[in-house]
T-cell receptor
Framework: GAVVSQHPSWVICKSGTSVKIECRSL??????MFWYRQFPKQSLMLMATSNEGSKATYEQGVEKDKFLINHASLTLSTLTVTSAHPEDSSFYICSASTRGFSYEQYFGPGTRLTVT | AQSVTQPDIHITVSEGASLELRCNYS??????LFWYVQSPGQGLQLLLKYFSGDTLVQGIKGFEAEFKRSQSSFNLRKPSVHWSDAAEYFCAVGRGTGTASKLTFGTGTRLQVTL
């Protein structure tokens, strides 16, 4: 149980375009979802926290207009990288948690974004 | 601000040997501590967690960790490593409460297992 999927698993886009990444909780309802960014050989950095039906809360230094997060349902959150540039190339990981899974986050497999 | 330090970037052990991965944290309150493992193509998997109580925590896959408040450490151990344990290991500290608890991760330790 507690499976989180991400789609796509990898994506290549041209500089200036936008790309959307989906995060789904497959077998539970996620009241909170988190988006992380991971650079090669580095740690996961929390970008934002989103609660279903509410605006996302972004961490300091994360551009909310560039990284648009929508948590429209209890099973789906999306991250849209707008006007992507090569420096946005990274590994994006989502996680989900819910009432009853106190303090435990379930992670998706990640999405590799390459901006050319 | 909370922080997590994993001093070992890369560790190599022989299969069957014991393992200890180090983790030190900085946090003003009682920490909620986690160890995750990341394998290629798979999401981070929770190995174990510490919230309170017994300072020796048992996890999945034969792993255990010991919380030592005096040393601000939460080291991960396994008595006998298997080749399938080769992966990236992350220590994390949780801040906040409830389902909105946020995680701060260490930089990870890559474990290589030789046969």
């Amino acid at each position: 149980g507690a499976v989180v999927s991400q789609h796509p698993s990898w994506v290549i886009c041209k500089s200036g375009t936008s790309v959307k990444i989906e995060c789904r909780s497959l077998d539970f309802q996620a009241t909170t979802m988190f988006w992380y960014r991971q650079f090669p050989k580095q740690s996961l950095m929390l970008m934002a926290t989103s609660n279903e039906g509410s605006k996302a809360t972004y961490e300091q230094g994360v551009e909310k207009d560039k990284f648009l997060i929508n948590h429209a349902s209890l099973t789906l959150s999306t991250l849209t990288v707008t006007s992507a540039h090569p420096e946005d190339s990274s590994f994006y990981i989502c996680s989900a948690s819910t009432r009853g899974f106190s303090y435990e986050q379930y992670f998706g497999p990640g999405t590799r974004l390459t901006v050319t | 601000a909370q922080s997590v330090t994993q001093p070992d970037i890369h560790i190599t052990v022989s299969e069957g040997a014991s393992l200890e991965l180090r983790c030190n944290y900085s946090y003003g309150a009682t920490p909620y501590l986690f160890w995750y493992v990341q394998s290629p193509g798979q999401g981070l998997q929770l190995l174990l967690k510490y919230f309170s109580g017994d300072t020796l925590v048992q996890g999945i896959k034969g792993f255990e960790a010991e919380f030592k408040r005096s040393q601000s450490s939460f080291n991960l151990r396994k008595p006998s490593v298997h080749w399938s344990d080769a992966a990236e290991y992350f220590c994390a500290v949780g801040r906040g409460t409830g389902t909105a608890s946020k995680l701060t991760f260490g930089t990870g330790t890559r474990l290589q297992v030789t046969l």
